[in-house]
T-cell receptor
Framework: DSGVTQTPKHLITATGQRVTLRCSPR?????VYWYQQSLDQGLQFLIQ???????AKGNILERFSAQQFPDLHSELNLSSLELGDSALYFC????????????FGPGTRLLVL | AQKITQTQPGMFVQEKEAVTLDCTYD???????LFWYKQPSSGEMIFLIY??????QNATEGRYSLNFQKARKSANLVISASQLGDSAMYFC????????????FGGGTRLMVKP
C-alpha cells in the first residue's frame, strides 16, 4: 500500500459526459501528479500540483482540468468524454524536495461507452 | 526521439533464476533520475528502485539492482532469484531536472516467471 488513495476504482460512463476523479496524497506529501495509461499512448504525464498551485503541465487535453485543495487532495475533471478517453488514470504523490520518488495510487479505471 | 526505450516487450524467466530488463534513455540534462516501477495484473504501480545521475554506486533494493552505465545511457533492472510473484509489467522512467519532477515512461516489459 503506497498510502495514496484514489476514488472511484472503476467508472463507466457515456460519451459527452463529465466525471471527477479524486486523489488523496500520502501524509505529508505536497505534490500530486496525474498520469494517464492507455493502450495506444502508454503512460503519460498530465499535470502536477504542488501545495495547491499548478506546477507543470504535460499532454493534458483542454477538456481535462485539475485542482488541488487546501487539504492537499486533488481532483481531475474530465469533460465531454470521448471513447478514446478510456484509460487507467493514476495519481501519484511525492514529498517537498525536488526529485523525490513518486508513489502511485491504485488508479481509476475509466470506461467511456 | 524516444526518451526511454525498453526493447523487450515480453520475457520469460525460470523461477529462481536472475533476469535483466533493459532500459536505455536519452537526455542532455546532466541531472536526472531513473526509476523502475512494477505493475502487476491488478494494475497498481509499485516503486522498485531509483538511481540518480550523480550516484557513484549502482542502486540495490533487496532482490532488485540497477545496472547503471552512464556512458551508454542504460539503466537495466536486474531481478535475482525470480519468484512467481515477479510476473508483471515493468516500467523504466526518467525524471529530468530541467523538466520539473514529471516522469517519462518507457513502453514497458512484460515479465513472465515460469515455475
Amino acid at each position: 500500500d503506497s498510502g495514496v488513495t484514489q476514488t472511484p476504482k472503476h467508472l463507466i460512463t457515456a460519451t459527452g459526459q463529465r466525471v471527477t476523479l479524486r486523489c488523496s496524497p500520502r501524509s505529508g506529501d505536497l505534490s500530486v501528479y496525474w498520469y494517464q495509461q492507455s493502450l495506444d499512448q502508454g503512460l503519460q504525464f498530465l499535470i502536477q500540483y504542488y501545495n495547491g498551485e499548478e506546477r507543470a503541465k504535460g499532454n493534458i487535453l483542454e477538456r481535462f482540468s485539475a485542482q488541488q485543495f487546501p487539504d492537499l487532495h486533488s481532483e481531475l475533471n474530465l469533460s465531454s468524454l470521448e471513447l478514446g478517453d478510456s484509460a487507467l488514470y493514476f495519481c501519484a504523490s511525492s514529498g517537498r524536495r525536488v526529485g523525490e520518488t513518486q508513489y502511485f495510487g491504485p488508479g481509476t479505471r475509466l470506461l467511456v461507452l | 526521439a524516444q526518451k526511454i526505450t525498453q526493447t523487450q516487450p515480453g520475457m520469460f524467466v525460470q523461477e529462481k533464476e536472475a533476469v535483466t530488463l533493459d532500459c536505455t534513455y536519452d537526455t542532455s540534462d546532466p541531472s536526472y533520475g531513473l526509476f523502475w516501477y512494477k505493475q502487476p495484473s491488478s494494475g497498481e504501480m509499485i516503486f522498485l528502485i531509483y538511481q540518480g545521475s550523480y550516484d557513484q554506486q549502482n542502486a540495490t533494493e533487496g532482490r532488485y539492482s540497477l545496472n547503471f552505465q552512464k556512458a551508454r545511457k542504460s539503466a537495466n533492472l536486474v531481478i535475482s532469484a525470480s519468484q512467481l510473484g515477479d510476473s508483471a509489467m515493468y516500467f523504466c522512467a526518467m525524471r529530468e531536472a530541467n523538466a520539473g519532477n514529471m516522469l517519462t515512461f518507457g513502453g514497458g516489459t512484460r515479465l513472465m516467471v515460469k515455475p
